[in-house]
């Protein structure tokens, strides 16, 4: 029977065709026949199926049916032929399918160069020295010759996938600058045209270009290192759990309804409840909140969290590309591969300076040309011109900021699906939350206890609430277990149809109800707690009276609970400046003691879920950027029709569908959050951006010898020094993004 494995995680085999838990990509067979090519496409379902895949050498998951140019780095697709054995292994084995094709390139490049070097008589000239025998004088122009052809290829093969997409760039310009080195100094050798051939320089040149190359494109794979990192997260097996027996399996072999015994300390495979047992599992690796989420039966856990002190068993619930690991991977790759408006200004600016390179190079040939310059130096002038005018700094310049960015906010519990999101996100003037299920848990809680002895009321309650369903009930007892009051036992239990309950605890009748069940007893409340009551009611809350034979010994008030962070969201939000205002459905009341307990001025109540929309533009009308907030499908128009929508993560599907960005905590702290990384992320594109063109702005007079009257002319090898060093900085500078404080 065939066997199905990952192309990217051999390790991973299963029986059945799937999806790889670790990194979402197809599983394939291992016993796919060589007559198909092997070139079914694994990560992109466009690709054809049978016949050649082009593929990039620097990120193999990007495949095209075409020629083209990888979106990621702007090198050329490579026409590839892999059978799906041969896939299993490619990602270990060819090392053009990381940065180590640059680094092997760039070190036998270095060592072919350092004979070049040696041999070159301008080289000999500068340090005084003459080493020479018979034939010695060709070793400069076979040593450049080979690092032409081995270390200059990657280029010349990317500047043709540039010019066949008719978008001529970096590569275009290096390659271009690379070629004028060899044709001229090939035909200096040959003894064609007269000279100072150009070997040493071309042989610096290629070694340097490959040098910038390698940090460049390790800096870029570190910065999309998420997907990576997502990946690490889940454990290759996972302990089955059946007929009272556990036993190890593949996590790919795991099946929804499946029962799965998670250890202490132990990684959880997959989605899913738990069923038995009780712990703390940590979600910080998902979601950014750092404290431990309590388990119980019934609770929910996510697979790659990391379970703490005590055993669960749980039951699959979600495999593969289905679990909210795989659909934050995709989350996050499709916010990679996504521009921002100032993305796409940087790749005009990139795409226009190629032009004005050339231009340049052209101006440069015909002014020294005309100034009656040797045909050498004019060469060596526009070469220059060509390499050190490559906008590798401009193309990098954003892309690794988005990749960093996107990154951070990641590991934050910020999950970002569209980059114009989070772009836009430091120009938001009002955050507009929705109120039940974003500020609040969108679930009954106990929000406060009026009674002399509050400990002994609230046990008295938990005692009867302790057996029912009820959402009231069920609020009390949790709330009691949670505040660790003493045990009550009740006996003789009975419902009270439409008023509450009454059951027996330390011989005496006790009740629990609302105000129906004071009217049947023929209670009246003192004027303390009738005043309490009224206003706890006006507020929208729930009041529930505990009543010991004929005496009210206090009330138990219960409400949407308002969560934890909320009020810190929106503090935070005030001091950034912001305009806060909340959204919701319910009355006026409840609106308003939500609002006041949070320092919300703003807020509408009573508004129909099809008007929430509505709202929002109210609040556009005079120009407000505005970022809606929220978490069920009612508030999906309102996110869509927002300048920014922001779901909560365990709000509804159709939400997040509609959000820009989801807080996978669902902690409203996230939203100020985004908007300080959006802040960070645009003044580190500024930054980039201003080094880049500044860089080519003062370098290309240099480079056409402008400066030659004073003595001071700018070698091609210097110029690609220089060039690579103006990359390392842009790259340098987005790393400090990483220190951003959310």
Same mark, same amino acid.
């Given at each position: 029977?065939?066997?199905?494995?990952?192309?990217?995680?051999?390790?991973?085999?299963?029986?059945?065709?799937?999806?790889?838990?670790?990194?979402?990509?197809?599983?394939?067979?291992?016993?796919?026949?060589?007559?198909?090519?092997?070139?079914?496409d694994?990560?992109?379902?466009?690709?054809?199926?049978?016949?050649s895949?082009?593929?990039?050498?620097?990120?193999?998951?990007?495949?095209?049916?075409?020629?083209?140019?990888?979106?990621?780095?702007?090198?050329?697709?490579?026409?590839?032929?892999?059978?799906?054995?041969?896939?299993?292994?490619?990602h270990?084995?060819?090392?053009?399918?990381?940065?180590?094709?640059?680094k092997?390139?760039?070190?036998?490049?270095?060592?072919?160069?350092?004979?070049?070097?040696?041999?070159?008589?301008?080289?000999?000239?500068?340090?005084?020295?003459?080493?020479a025998?018979?034939?010695?004088?060709?070793?400069?122009?076979?040593?450049?010759?080979?690092?032409?052809?081995?270390?200059?290829?990657?280029?010349?093969?990317?500047?043709?996938?540039?010019?066949?997409?008719?978008?001529?760039?970096?590569?275009?310009?290096?390659?271009?600058?690379?070629?004028?080195a060899?044709?001229?100094?090939?035909l200096?050798?040959?003894?064609?045209?007269?000279?100072?051939?150009?070997?040493?320089?071309?042989?610096?040149?290629?070694?340097?270009?490959?040098?910038?190359?390698?940090?460049?494109?390790?800096?870029?794979?570190?910065?999309?290192?998420?997907?990576?990192?997502?990946?690490?997260l889940?454990?290759d097996?996972?302990?089955?759990?059946?007929?009272?027996?556990?036993?190890?399996?593949?996590?790919?072999?795991?099946?929804?309804?499946d029962?799965?015994?998670?250890?202490?300390?132990?990684?959880?495979?997959?989605?899913?409840?738990?069923?038995?047992?009780?712990?703390?599992?940590?979600?910080?690796?998902?979601?950014?909140?750092?404290?431990?989420?309590?388990?119980?039966?019934?609770?929910e856990?996510?697979?790659?969290?990391?379970?703490?002190?005590?055993?669960?068993?749980?039951?699959?619930?979600?495999?593969g590309?289905?679990?909210?690991?795989?659909?934050?991977?995709?989350?996050?790759?499709?916010?990679?591969?996504?521009?921002?408006?100032?993305?796409?200004?940087?790749?005009?600016?990139?795409?226009?300076?190629?032009?004005?390179?050339?231009?340049?190079?052209?101006?440069?040939?015909?002014?020294?040309?005309?100034?009656?310059?040797?045909?050498?130096?004019?060469?060596?002038?526009?070469v220059?011109?060509?390499?050190?005018?490559?906008?590798?700094?401009?193309g990098?310049?954003?892309?690794?900021?988005?990749?960093?960015s996107?990154?951070?906010?990641?590991?934050?519990?910020?999950?970002?699906?569209?980059?114009?999101?989070?772009?836009?996100?430091?120009?938001?003037?009002?955050?507009?939350?929705?109120?039940?299920?974003?500020?609040?848990?969108?679930?009954?809680?106990?929000?406060?206890?009026?009674?002399?002895?509050?400990?002994?009321?609230?046990?008295?309650?938990?005692?009867?609430?302790?057996?029912?369903?009820?959402?009231?009930?069920k609020?009390?007892?949790?709330?009691?277990?949670?505040?660790?009051?003493?045990?009550?036992?009740?006996?003789?239990?009975?419902?009270?149809?439409?008023?509450?309950?009454?059951?027996?605890?330390?011989?005496?009748?006790?009740?629990?109800?609302?105000?129906?069940?004071?009217?049947?007893?023929?209670?009246?409340?003192?004027?303390?707690?009738?005043?309490?009551?009224?206003?706890?009611?006006?507020?929208?809350?729930?009041?529930?009276?505990?009543?010991?034979d004929?005496?009210v010994?206090?009330?138990?008030?219960? !409400?949407? =609970?308002?969560? +934890?962070e909320?009020? &810190?969201? /929106?503090?935070r #939000?005030?001091?950034? %400046?912001? *305009? $806060? @205002?909340?959204?919701?459905?319910?009355?006026?009341?409840?609106?308003?003691?939500?609002?006041?307990?949070?320092?919300?001025?703003?807020?509408? !109540?009573? =508004?129909?879920? +099809?008007?929430?929309? &509505?709202? /929002?533009?109210? #609040?556009?009308?005079? %120009?407000? *950027? $505005? @970022?809606?907030?929220?978490?069920?499908?009612?508030?999906?128009?309102?996110?869509?029709?927002?300048?920014?929508?922001?779901?909560?993560?365990?709000?509804?599907?159709?939400?997040?569908?509609?959000a820009?960005? /989801?807080?996978?905590?669902?902690?409203?702290?996230?939203?100020?959050?985004?908007?300080?990384?959006?802040k960070?992320?645009?003044?580190?594109?500024?930054?980039?951006?201003?080094?880049?063109?500044?860089?080519?702005?003062?370098?290309?007079?240099?480079?056409?010898?402008?400066?030659?009257?004073?003595?001071?002319?700018?070698?091609?090898?210097?110029?690609?020094?220089?060039?690579?060093?103006?990359?390392?900085?842009?790259?340098i500078?987005?790393?400090?993004?990483?220190?951003?404080?959310?």
């Amino acid at each position: 029977m065939a066997k199905y494995t990952c192309p990217m995680h051999p390790e991973v085999i299963s029986n059945e065709p799937g999806v790889c838990p670790k990194c979402n990509m197809n599983l394939v067979s291992d016993d796919t026949e060589d007559e198909t090519n092997g070139d079914h496409d694994h990560s992109n379902p466009s690709a054809t199926a049978h016949g050649s895949v082009y593929a990039c050498p620097m990120h193999p998951d990007v495949t095209s049916d075409k020629p083209g140019m990888c979106p990621k780095c702007h090198m050329a697709l490579e026409k590839t032929k892999r059978s799906s054995h041969d896939q299993h292994d490619h990602h270990d084995k060819h090392a053009g399918h990381n940065p180590n094709m640059f680094k092997q390139k760039f070190w036998l490049s270095l060592l072919l160069t350092i004979p070049t070097l040696i041999f070159s008589p301008m080289v000999q000239s500068w340090f005084g020295v003459h080493l020479a025998f018979a034939g010695s004088e060709y070793i400069p122009a076979v040593f450049g010759i080979i690092i032409f052809f081995y270390g200059g290829l990657v280029f010349l093969k990317s500047a043709k996938a540039e010019l066949a997409a008719r978008q001529p760039g970096m590569m275009t310009l290096i390659s271009m600058a690379i070629t004028v080195a060899f044709i001229y100094s090939s035909l200096v050798t040959l003894k064609l045209v007269s000279g100072m051939d150009f070997w040493w320089e071309l042989a610096t040149l290629v070694t340097i270009m490959l040098l910038g190359h390698w940090l460049e494109m390790a800096s870029v794979e570190s910065a999309q290192g998420a997907l990576n990192e997502l990946a690490k997260l889940l454990p290759d097996e996972a302990e089955l759990v059946e007929h009272g027996e556990s036993r190890k399996v593949s996590v790919s072999q795991l099946k929804v309804g499946d029962a799965v015994l998670v250890r202490p300390g132990a990684q959880v495979p997959v989605d899913g409840k738990v069923i038995k047992g009780e712990s703390e599992v940590n979600e910080s690796m998902l979601t950014g909140e750092s404290r431990p989420v309590k388990k119980i039966v019934g609770a929910e856990v996510i697979g790659g969290t990391i379970n703490a002190n005590g055993a669960l068993t749980i039951e699959v619930t979600k495999v593969g590309g289905d679990t909210a690991l795989a659909g934050i991977m995709k989350i996050v790759e499709d916010a990679q591969t996504s521009k921002s408006k100032t993305q796409v200004l940087a790749d005009k600016a990139a795409f226009y300076l190629t032009f004005v390179a050339l231009g340049a190079a052209l101006l440069t040939w015909i002014g020294w040309w005309i100034a009656g310059a040797s045909a050498g130096f004019i060469f060596e002038r526009v070469v220059t011109v060509l390499v050190i005018a490559c906008p590798h700094a401009l193309g990098l310049a954003i892309p690794l900021v988005t990749a960093i960015s996107t990154t951070l906010a990641a590991k934050n519990g910020l999950l970002v699906r569209e980059r114009m999101a989070l772009e836009s996100a430091r120009n938001i003037d009002v955050v507009l939350f929705d109120k039940t299920g974003t500020l609040t848990k969108g679930e009954q809680g106990v929000v406060d206890i009026l009674a002399k002895d509050k400990g002994r009321t609230l046990s008295l309650a938990a005692a009867l609430e302790r057996e029912s369903e009820h959402p009231i009930a069920k609020a009390i007892f949790q709330y009691a277990h949670g505040q660790n009051v003493p045990e009550t036992h009740a006996t003789d239990f009975s419902a009270l149809s439409g008023r509450g309950v009454r059951a027996k605890a330390g011989g005496k009748m006790v009740y629990v109800g609302g105000p129906r069940l004071l009217e049947e007893l023929k209670l009246k409340l003192d004027s303390e707690l009738q005043k309490a009551a009224e206003e706890a009611s006006t507020d929208g809350k729930t009041v529930v009276y505990v009543v010991e034979d004929k005496t009210v010994l206090g009330a138990i008030m219960l !409400a949407d =609970v308002i969560r +934890e962070e909320s009020k &810190e969201a /929106v503090a935070r #939000l005030h001091d950034m %400046g912001k *305009r $806060v @205002a909340m959204l919701t459905g319910d009355s006026k009341g409840v609106a308003a003691w939500v609002a006041k307990e949070l320092g919300i001025k703003e807020y509408f !109540a009573e =508004v129909l879920p +099809e008007n929430k929309a &509505e709202t /929002v533009k109210k #609040l556009q009308a005079d %120009g407000s *950027r $505005v @970022a809606m907030v929220g978490d069920g499908v009612n508030d999906a128009p309102a996110l869509t029709q927002a300048n920014i929508g922001i779901a909560i993560g365990a709000g509804t599907d159709v939400a997040i569908e509609s959000a820009g960005i /989801v807080l996978a905590s669902s902690d409203p702290r996230g939203v100020a959050k985004i908007v300080t990384l959006s802040k960070a992320t645009y003044r580190k594109m500024l930054q980039n951006l201003a080094w880049a063109t500044g860089y080519n702005a003062l370098a290309i007079p240099l480079a056409a010898g402008v400066t030659s009257g004073i003595g001071f002319v700018l070698s091609p090898a210097l110029g690609a020094v220089l060039m690579s060093l103006s990359t390392i900085i842009v790259a340098i500078n987005a790393q400090f993004l990483r220190r951003i404080k959310l």
